[in-house]
């Protein structure tokens, strides 16, 4: 069976090689393709599927997805000037060039246009996707529609406003739906095409994107479309353009119809694996002596991603190491995030019933012994980081074919943990043992105790360096509940019905096992845990179905890169990413109380502030912070509206001198 690997590089598929590909490979250009059969347009559009997964379109690595935002290891950011080069310009145009290229050939040939509907349907969903691309970042830029040549004016002309290029991604993906296939409709060799479904569901983020962009950003007190003449893109808008009511009206459509499609059994969400289902969607691998997962639960399992980035260990490895890298703190989440996860009752950590006394969720067990926020807490907070006393049966070998730590025990989510001997013993085996459970200490210089280590994306059962290979999700069907969710809560003036909750967030929050979110259960109630970036301080606030849909996206989608675009398109960006941050407690917590049993302090106290002190100090303040480390401060954060677009590179300046730089650089 043929099976189609979506590649980050510009070659996209793998099918078995035809003697046209072999004829003509396909990482020369869509250009030496003849364009004579639709056979050649299929091979053309293949080339196409040009996706950041594992590695960035400079193909870096990243795992530093989200970072530098409030839920994930923020530390510095802002004060940037304007670079030289940046190949998030450069790169999405190269493709958009390919696009363009089969739509001309398309628009010539004279054979059957239905012959080559599904290469058409595709070259309008990338070109759609660079453009959103570009857009996320720099706002208005010049739209490419047509295959320029050196003397087009399009090459040395202004930008589109942001309006303009709005208008022609819309335009693009309506176009392109139609054309393609339905994902249950597409063969079993062809898997992993572009289905209507993934064109809907981008459709639908991109809808949901800019309504709540229009709606809020002019409240920031910053122009960031500028003049167009001098300064930004401008605000010219063409005939016709959607209304905010539009757009989101328009974005709950296509999400309906998705997960109205994901019923009849074309998607679902992933739940194969009990209570650690979310934490195991994101490391699914089975090739290569790759352990999956407790259950043995493959990629062919796996019916949530619409849109991914395939991988395969001989075929198309991402030549990185996901297991060493997440383990070593490439990605973390802050404590702030870590404390928004709610209890399986649906509710926050504390609760308020008058919106002044502050008590206890009766599910949490508090901060008092390690161990504790860890239980009754929504699943997907134990999928993203690993309770002080469970170990891991993931382990990244040092060298190619050591052994690392791997589930011997299909149906065994965790290996036996082992503890230290007390008293100490220098050849305890157990300082040798990868499964040993080490008491969490504060003893390194000028700690900041700022979050928790991130289990995420960090697989199981690698047996060879560099050879992770989990696919990559580009649009999965937890997203397109929360697309629908929020646009309607937005349509509903902060309002939504229990019958939307129950089709669209509570499918999510089925999975995390937590109480399902419904008007009743919010009525009335306060969060007394929330965090105002403002003050820098934890606050007592009315609880609403906007922030609790917000709330639910952040959960869903933590580290999948969609926080600082959502924080922006919300209008509160320069607000989360400033001021001083908090981390976790120390006081009134077992630091105070319990000692090592690691080889190196064993039987010293966790925490021994005369030797090991905080970087930024501890909160003495009485109130509900009282004893958190001062992770950031405020001094270190420099995120400013001008953040929300980034500046068009100098050297593109140079090169057209119709280009403007955005506001602020």
């Known amino acids: 069976m043929k099976k189609i690997f979506i590649y980050i590089a510009f070659v996209a598929l793998l099918c078995g090689c035809s003697d046209f590909l072999d004829r003509e490979p396909l990482s020369q250009g869509t250009e030496v393709i003849f364009y004579k059969t639709a056979s050649q347009f299929s091979q053309a559009a293949n080339s196409l599927y040009n ?45 958009i060039r390919n ?32 453009h959103f691309y570009l857009l996320q970042r720099f706002g208005g830029v010049p739209i ?36 393609l296939p339905q994902e249950k409709n597409i063969a079993a060799n062809d898997k992993g095409k572009i289905s209507q479904e993934a064109a809907k ?32 893109a401008g605000l010219i808008k063409p005939s016709g353009y959607p209304t905010v009511t539009d757009m989101l009206t328009e974005a709950k459509k296509w999400a309906a119809e998705v997960i109205t499609e994901a019923e009849t059994g074309t998607f679902e969400l992933w739940n194969k694996c009990d209570t650690l289902s979310y934490y195991y969607l994101f490391n699914i691998d089975d090739k290569n002596g790759n352990v999956s997962n407790f259950m043995n639960a493959g990629k062919s399992t796996n019916k949530e991603f619409i849109l991914s980035v395939k991988y395969d260990p001989d075929l198309n490895s991402p030549s990185v190491s996901i297991t060493t890298d997440i383990a070593r703190g490439a990605l973390g989440f802050s404590a702030l995030f870590g404390e928004s996860f709610l209890c399986r009752n649906g509710l926050p950590i504390y609760i308020s019933r008058d919106g002044v006394s502050r008590e206890k ?34 382990g990244a070998a040092a060298a190619e074919n050591q052994n690392p730590r791997t589930s011997e025990s299909i149906g065994k989510a965790y290996p036996d943990p082992v503890y230290p001997k007390v008293p100490y013993n220098p050849n305890d085996p157990a300082f040798n043992s990868l499964n040993t459970i080490y008491t969490p200490t504060l003893l390194s210089v000028n700690f900041t105790h700022s979050g928790y280590m991130c289990r995420k994306f960090l697989p199981e059962g690698t047996r060879m360096l560099n050879k992770d290979t989990p696919d990559w999700p580009v649009i999965r069907l937890a997203e397109v509940h929360l697309i629908y969710a929020e646009a309607t809560v937005e349509l509903g003036n902060g309002q939504i019905s229990n019958q939307d909750l129950d089709f669209s967030v509570n499918k999510n929050r089925a999975r995390a096992r937590i109480a399902p979110l419904s008007n009743e259960l919010i009525s009335g109630l306060y969060d007394a845990n929330y965090f105002d970036h403002v003050t820098g301080r934890t606050i007592i606030k009315k609880m609403n179905m906007l922030d609790e849909i917000r709330r639910e996206r952040a959960c869903e989608l933590f580290g999948e890169g969609f926080r600082e675009n959502d924080l922006k398109r919300w209008g509160i960006a320069h607000v989360n990413l400033r001021g001083q941050k908090l981390g976790r407690f120390v006081y009134g917590t077992e630091y105070m109380t319990a000692t090592a049993n690691d080889a190196t302090y064993h039987g010293q106290p966790t925490y021994q502030p005369d030797r090991f002190q905080s970087k930024n100090g501890i909160i003495e303040e009485a109130g509900p912070d009282y004893g958190r480390t001062i992770t950031t401060l405020a001094s270190d954060l420099l995120y400013s509206q001008r953040n929300y677009l980034a500046p068009v590179p100098l050297t593109q300046i140079r090169l057209n001198k119709s280009l403007t730089q955005n506001p602020g650089w």
């Open 144 to 179: 490419l529609d047509h295959v320029p040549d050196v003397n087009d004016p399009v090459i040395k002309g202004p930008r589109n406003s942001r309006y303009e290029v709005i208008n022609f991604i819309i335009n693009d993906l309506r176009a392109a739906i139609p054309l």
């Open 99 to 130: 696009c363009n290229i089969l739509l001309q050939k398309a628009a010539e040939y004279t054979g059957n246009q239905t012959d080559i509907a599904n290469s058409v349907g595709t070259a309008y969903f990338f070109r759609g996707y660079q």
């Open 51 to 95: 996706l950041e997964g594992w590695k960035n379109y400079n193909g870096s690595y990243e795992l530093r997805i989200d970072q530098g935002t409030d839920i994930a290891g923020l530390s510095n950011n802002g004060g940037e000037s304007a670079p030289e080069t940046d190949f998030h310009w450069d790169k999405p145009y190269s493709y």
């Open 361 to 394: 969720n009766p599910q949490f067990l508090g901060f008092e012994h390690f161990c504790d926020e860890f239980r009754n807490r929504d699943y997907r907070f134990i999928g993203c980081t690993l309770p002080p006393d469970r170990p891991r049966w993931v």
């Open 201 to 232: 569901a981008f459709l639908a983020r991109v809808l949901l994107f800019e309504a709540t962009w229009e709606k809020y950003v002019p409240s920031i007190s910053y122009d960031l479309d500028g003049d167009g003449t001098t300064v930004g």
